[in-house]
């Protein structure tokens, strides 16, 4: 298979795609806390990252979970203390807490 691009799927700049965090507040993460995860988000806004509830993302029992697109990371067991250093860290740092990642997809080496 050649390297080419295909014109009718062009290349997206990742850069060009805002930033959204997703926090699952769906029955099993609401209980391990994920309301009070959303409300640690809301209360540190930044300009230009999108974050909303969502529902289920099908990692129940791993929460709360959180979800930043567009790059897909995963960030399992979130606590509302740990928030202030995912913003300052991935949403305006551009670089992911390695010890929040979410095991499942993101194997430590
Ligand atoms: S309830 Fe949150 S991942 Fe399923």
């Given at each position: 298979m050649?390297?080419t691009?295909?014109?009718?799927f ?7 795609v805002?930033?959204c ?16 995860v959303?409300?640690?988000f809301a209360?540190l ?20 979970m959180?979800?930043v697109?567009?790059?897909?990371v ?7 203390s740990?928030?202030p250093?995912l913003?300052?860290?991935?949403l305006?740092g551009?670089q992911?807490?390695q010890?929040m990642?979410?095991?499942r997809f993101?194997?430590?080496?």
């Amino acid at each position: 298979m050649s390297n080419t691009t295909h014109p009718q799927f062009p290349t997206i700049d990742p850069v060009a795609v805002p930033k959204c965090v997703r926090v699952c507040q769906n029955r099993t993460c609401k209980k391990q806390g994920a309301a009070d995860v959303l409300a640690a988000f809301a209360a540190l806004p930044v300009p230009g990252v999108v974050v909303t509830r969502s529902s289920c993302l099908g990692q129940c029992g791993s929460g709360p979970m959180v979800l930043v697109l567009p790059e897909m990371v995963w960030y399992s067991r979130v606590q509302p203390s740990e928030v202030p250093l995912l913003v300052e860290q991935h949403l305006i740092g551009d670089q992911r807490v390695q010890q929040m990642l979410y095991y499942r997809f993101h194997p430590q080496v």
